[in-house]
């Protein structure tokens, strides 16, 4: 059987989806909530939510040897999310997500000691060091963000760490199994997180604005986000979701702009590093392909 072609329906619902993550940072400064909890009851509430639908799907019951890697897995992407959105509120929406394509880089380096049929890549290094120069510069012309900008490169890390281990893990079960395991990870890393960064082993109750967005980061950030990701994946190809993932922080700094004004507006120099960082992770693919072929 000869595998569905991609739609022009499919490219929209990708961009929709880079979207919607990319204004997850917008929706941790919003929340009034310290960024420990909002992680806590984003986790908790998405792992019920995948829970539910799971039940639909067969049931979430699964071996040991199959449950722990992905609760284990889930608990790196809590401690992303909970270090991402302390970077936004330590600095600005925008200092937050020029950070997570260095993603990248990370991923570079790790996956060869995770994967060890994986040698290190002098292309995917000489981007790396330009990446490092474009971050420099952010240091320079935006110090004053240094706090949340280095917290957001640890963020990265942690990105890094879970899309390396997610990729050695084979799964055949419905997405919302998977996610309802990877969530519950989250939620146990975040809980284990919230004494060290707050005061008692319980998140704050939220107001009725923190509410609200906590709705919208579940629904439709979290759950309807994923869930279209993994329609997307049957059709499209890996090397197109990977360009359209890198404008995650494009429409995030845009749609900042948009929601908090003149507060996200930063240095020339700024733009000019988060520039060069974003239009590496793009380009990358295509000096890959061009190398190969050579």
């Known amino acids: 059987m000869n595998a569905p072609s991609t739609t022009f329906r499919d490219y929209v619902l990708m961009h929709a989806v880079v979207a919607a993550w990319g204004f997850t940072a917008i929706l941790g400064k919003w929340v009034t909530l310290p960024p420990v909890d909002v992680v806590v009851w984003r986790t908790g509430l998405a792992t ?7 039940a639909r799907h067969g049931g979430l019951r699964l071996a ?25 509120r330590l600095s600005t929406a925008s200092v937050c997500l020029a950070a997570m394509p260095t993603a990248m880089l990370w ?24 990446m490092v120069g474009a971050v ?3 240091y320079q012309v935006e110090f004053r963000h240094w706090q949340g900008f280095t917290v957001a490169i640890a963020a990265a890390v942690f990105a890094a760490l879970f899309a390396t281990s ?22 146990v890393a975040a809980l284990l997180c919230r004494p060290i960064l707050e005061k008692g082993p319980l998140p704050s109750l939220p ?21 279209g990701f993994m329609k997307a994946l049957r059709t499209m190809s890996v090397f197109s979701m990977n360009v359209i993932y ?9 749609l900042a702009m948009l929601v908090f004004g003149s507060s996200e507006f930063m240095s020339p120099g700024f733009y000019v590093g988060a520039g060069v960082i974003i239009s590496s992770v793009l380009i990358l693919p295509w000096l890959r392909g061009w190398v190969e072929r050579r």
């Open 166 to 187: 997610t990729k050695q893990q084979v799964s055949h079960r419905h997405w919302s199994v998977i996610g309802t395991y990877q969530m519950g990870g989250s939620f």
């Open 64 to 88: 040991w040897r199959e449950s722990w890697p992905l609760a284990g897995v889930g608990a790196l992407l809590g401690v992303h999310w909970v270090l991402f959105f302390l970077s936004a």
């Open 136 to 138: 420099w510069l952010i």
């Open 246 to 254: 890198n404008l995650e922080p494009v429409y995030g700094i845009l």
């Open 48 to 54: 019920l939510v995948f829970a539910f639908l799971a």
């Open 207 to 227: 107001d009725a604005r923190s509410a609200l967005g906590l709705a919208f980061l579940v629904l439709v950030c979290t759950v309807a986000a994923y869930a």
């Open 107 to 130: 991923c570079s380096i790790i996956e060869p000691v995770i994967d060890g049929s994986r040698r290190w890549r002098p292309l995917e290094l000489a981007v790396g060091l330009v």
